[in-house]
């Protein structure tokens, strides 16, 4: 019998709660479940996912900072990681890679259902162009967001972000310099890592909020806490961090591989009890 291996891929990815979510929605399901952290920096990604498979691996998540490069290993991609340029889940067929990307439903599913949200006519800021903002983009338009503006710190992709997903008419690229002159937006999202490297660096303008705002974070934990802590200072009506959205595109990519949907509120419930010792995002 065929020994299959599933993992999350990563660097640094030792904190991440991925195994947890998996080992905890194969037991719902009553199935066995081999799960671990593979960390390897982007030049050895490849080499290190062709010994996975080889190895037995039979999908795998990816997370910061190779959802572009998974992208670009794929033998078949799906429409939705298509238009984000980056892929989170993989899965092993016929001895090839077959890319998704499940961040931007699962953020929509947790906003919308588990926190009951209207994302609809909402204008938004997506802060960062990275392979998080770029899974979470696509389906933030699903959504019905009525405009969305990218802001990255690295003006060129921001723009290539704006440019690939191909409405001119509601996303739209600015400069990060101009933050405070792009008024109030009632989405703020912040896919940035900026403060895994230095919390005490990340400032934005109070102008950009409102009474009205909904701030996400797609970071969780200590990352999430500048970000969280300046919604609140700023007012805004809502601030959520991205544990449920991890939980979510996790049950997705679960689905994928198992056939069968686990569910997630238990799961998000205990994870979300353990909030204090949360290290970081996946």
Known sequence: MTHHRYAVFGHPVTHSLSPRIHAAFAQQVGIALEYTTIDTAPHDFVATLDRFAGEGGAGANV???????????????????????????????????????????GLVRDLTERH????????????????????????LLDAGIS????????????????????????????????????????????????????????????????????????????????????????GCHDAVDGLGMLVEQAAEAFEQWHGVRPETDAVYTALRDRDKVLVTAD
């Open 63 to 105: 997370t910061l900072p190779l959802k572009e490069a998974a992208f670009a290993i794929c033998a078949k991609a799906s429409d939705r990681a298509r238009r984000a340029g980056a892929v989170n889940t993989l899965t092993r067929n016929d001895g090839q890679w077959h890319g998704d990307n499940t961040d931007g439903v």
């Open 116 to 139: 009951g949200l209207d994302l609809r006519g909402r204008r938004a800021l997506l802060l960062g162009a990275g392979g998080a903002a770029r899974g979470v983009a696509p389906a």
């Open 147 to 234: 405009e969305l503006i990218i802001v990255n710190r690295t003006a060129d992709r921001a723009d290539a972000l704006a440019d690939a997903l191909g409405e001119p008419d509601r996303a739209h690229s600015r400069y990060w310099d101009d933050l405070r002159n792009l008024g109030d937006f009632s989405l703020i999202v912040n896919a940035t890592s900026a403060a895994r490297q230095d919390q005490s660096a990340f400032t934005l303008p109070f102008t950009l909020a409102s009474p009205r705002t909904l701030a996400v974070d797609l970071n969780y934990g200590e990352a999430a806490i500048p970000f969280l802590a300046w919604a609140r200072t700023a």
